[in-house]
């Protein structure tokens, strides 16, 4: 059974996670959670454009 995720859906779920803890952190007026929300956010944006961009990160030109 295959549990790797394809390419492209790592930068995704990032982007998406760091949304809903801004929205979770802002509403509940915790700061860590906006705090965190904000790092995943730069991240995933980060990795989709380098991965847009065909640019290997780490060594490696896919993540799943």
Known sequence: M????PP???EGSMIVLGIILLILGFALGIYVLWAIGIVLLVIGVVLWILGALGHAVGGRRHYW
């Open 2 to 5: 295959d549990v790797t995720t």
């Open 8 to 10: 492209g859906r790592s």
